[in-house]
């Protein structure tokens, strides 16, 4: 029997599947998720301490003013973004009539969105980043 | 067939003549266009194409350690209107009779030979080698989330378990009609699109929910169970939604549509799940 199941178990597969929009707009759903779900995890770790000390708080604070963690809030956001519109994509998706028809059109106008909402954050946000 | 008939065709092979011989093999070296060797108009172009085949057979286990999958390279020359299925099978006739592949009609209609072709699932018996682009290495893998027996052939019976789970077949009461079950055309068209399917697996087997979750019932299973649910003539529909409204049934979707993509009898398989999926919130088909 133990040979038996050794032949049927499933072969290490080859190649990457090349689905098109709809499977990659998936996979970013699921990393933008992951990723917002590590940041309110640091987040709410972060903000208790306030209950701890102010000082402890404040000090926490001030070790994230430099321009790595500038960067990675300039991501926060755009992750934000895309699972925000893209979630209301996938719940037309399933909710209104012609969704599966038109869901390639709302996957652009999510992109479209995204960008129109980046350019002027990462103008305002990186300049203060990097203008000190 | 009349004898002017039959002297038609011998001439038409006789001007075949000139690329191909009578066993389908060319006269000049392998590779050499049609045009090269003074071809005439409306020749069919030959060009040599590698196929880059994902091989795995049991027997290859040595000394308790189990076989693994391996790649392997043929390279063969083909008509411009030979298909990849055509390819395979003159690497099995020609190169190596061990290359395992389902097929039955080879036409598109049987199902037997959906296989991963350059990343996606396809018919072999549809897909023309010219369109996949022949200048690469054409890679073609066994279908994915279903156990894999030997080289392109894999186990359909999880694939086919959720098929009978879904009862795909008419549920009626009461007594027979002594005529037939009538219908209008709005009826029929109700569910036309998923009566297209014919179980070659290409849809389940691209979603990435079925490759990490056997126990979904995968696109086809809803597919045939939307052609039932949906046709006036059945009263089944609220069993079926049942099983459907199960953890492992249709909310397991995330409307990725590699399933409406890969199908190749393009139905919108995508729509037909979202239809099953309003019927459950609703509650009426």
Known sequence: MATETSTRSVVPQGTLYRGREGMWSWVAHRITGLLIFVFLLVHVLDTSLVRVAPEAYNAVIETYKNPVVGLGEAGLVGAVLFHAFNGIRVMLVDFWSQGPR?????LWAVGALWVLLMVPFLVRHLSNVFGG | MSSTDSEAVEAAADRNDEQVDGDGRPHGRAGESASADGGQLGAIPRFDVTLRIRRYSAEDAEDGKPAEARWQEFTVTVNGTDRVLDALHKIKWEQDGSLTFRRSCAHGVCGSD???????????CKVLVKDVNPDKPITVEPIKGLPVEKDLVVDMEPFFQSYREVMPFLITSGHEPTRERKQSQEERARFDDTTKCILCAACTSSCPVFWTDGQYFGPAAIVNAHRFIFDSRDEGADVRLEVLNDREGVWRCRTTFNCSEACPRGIQVTKAIHEVKR?????SV
């Open chain 1, 102 to 106: 038109f869901h390639r059109q709302m």
């Open chain 2, 279 to 283: 019927a459950l919130l609703t509650r």
């Open chain 2, 114 to 124: 959906a296989m991963r072709i350059n990343g996606v699932n396809r018919l072999a």
